[in-house]
C-alpha cells in the first residue's frame, strides 16, 4: 500500500507489515504496539502451531521413545506432548528447523535438515496468505483496529511468486534497515554469540556448504560442527539478504534501526511512518 501523509493520518484501521533480518526491531515494535491494543500477527508463531505443529512434536515423540522409562508411557498412552509456543518464545520452531552439520554434537544431517528446510518454506508462505483472514479476524472478533505482521527475516529469501505482492496489496510495509556498520557488526555478533538456526534458499546454503567443507578440509555436513558452521555463514546469509529486502521495500517504505531505536510510543511510531511516507515523496 502507498499513501500520502494525509490518506496515511486518514487510514482509520492501519495495517503494517515488518520487514528486516533478526534483531533490528520488527518483534520489539510488535510488542510495544500489542500493548496500544494492535493486533499482534507474529508468521513464525503461525507457522509453528499451526503448519509444522505435528512435525514438531513428531520429532521430540522420535527422541521421547529411546528412552526407556518415556517409551512404555507413550506406548500406552499414559502421557502425552503438545508444543507450548509462544510469541515472544519460539523455541520448539527452531529445534526444528535445526542446525546443520554432526548429529553427535547436536545438529541435524543434511537431508533431513533439507526437507526441514524445505517444511519450513511452504509454513512460512502459508502464514503469510493467512494474513488478509487475520486482518479480517482481529477486527470483526478480536476487535483490535489496528494490526502488525512480525514476519520473520527469512520472508526475502521465499522466491514465491504474488506472496510480496498480497503482503503490499493488504499492509503498509516497512523495512527495518541497518545503515550503521557498527550496527550491522552488533547484530552479526550477536547473531554468531548465539547461534539460532536458520533458513537458507537451497542454492544458497549448497553453494555456502561447498566453500564451508573446502575451507576445514571436510568431506560431508556430518562432520561439521553446527554452531561453527552457522557462525561461519551468518555474516554471508545476512549481505545476501540486504539486496532481496531492498527490492521488497519499493513496494513499501523505509526506516532506519536507529529510527526504531527511539521509538518509545505508539504516537513515536506513527510519527516514523509518516517521516518513511514522506521521505519518499
Not at 26 to 39: A, G, I, P, V
Request: glycine share 8%; hydrophobic share 40%.
Amino acid at each position: 500500500m502507498k499513501f500520502t501523509v494525509e490518506s496515511f493520518r486518514q487510514w482509520q484501521s492501519k495495517r503494517v507489515t515488518l520487514l528486516g533480518m533478526s534483531g533490528v526491531g520488527k518483534t520489539y515494535l510488535s510488542t510495544l504496539l500489542r500493548d496500544h491494543d494492535w493486533f499482534h500477527y507474529s508468521g513464525d508463531y503461525r507457522i509453528g502451531t499451526r503448519y509444522l505443529d505435528e512435525d514438531i512434536l513428531d520429532i521430540i515423540k522420535k527422541q521421547a521413545m529411546q528412552v526407556p522409562f518415556l517409551h512404555e508411557l507413550l506406548r500406552n498412552d499414559w502421557i502425552y506432548i503438545r508444543n507450548n509456543i509462544k510469541v515472544h518464545d519460539l523455541g520448539p520452531v527452531l529445534s526444528y528447523v535445526g542446525k546443520l552439520g554432526d548429529p553427535s554434537r547436536g545438529g541435524v544431517p543434511l537431508d533431513d535438515f533439507v526437507e526441514r528446510q524445505a517444511m519450513y518454506r511452504q509454513g512460512e508462505i502459508a502464514a503469510m496468505r493467512d494474513v488478509p483472514e487475520f486482518i479480517w479476524k482481529g477486527q470483526e472478533i478480536y476487535g483490535y483496529q489496528n494490526f502488525v505482521n512480525d514476519v520473520g527475516g527469512s520472508l526475502c529469501e521465499l522466491d514465491e511468486p504474488g506472496i510480496v505482492e498480497l503482503l503490499a496489496e493488504h499492509t503498509l510495509i516497512l523495512y527495518i534497515k541497518v545503515t550503521d556498520a557498527a550496527e550491522e557488526q552488533k547484530l552479526i555478533d550477536r547473531a554468531q554469540s548465539a547461534p539460532k538456526p536458520l533458513y537458507y534458499r537451497p542454492d544458497f546454503l549448497q553453494e555456502q556448504l561447498g566453500i564451508y567443507l573446502a575451507e576445514n578440509g571436510l568431506e560431508y555436513a556430518a562432520q561439521m560442527d553446527p554452531d561453527e558452521f552457522t557462525r561461519w555463514v551468518f555474516p554471508r546469509l545476512f549481505h545476501s539478504r540486504i539486496p532481496r529486502y531492498e527490492e521488497i521495500a519499493k513496494l513499501g517504505y523505509t526506516v532506519t534501526s536507529e529510527e526504531v531505536a527511539e521509538v518509545g510510543s505508539e504516537a513515536d511510531f506513527l510519527a516514523l511512518l509518516e517521516t518513511a511516507i514522506e521521505r519518499q515523496m
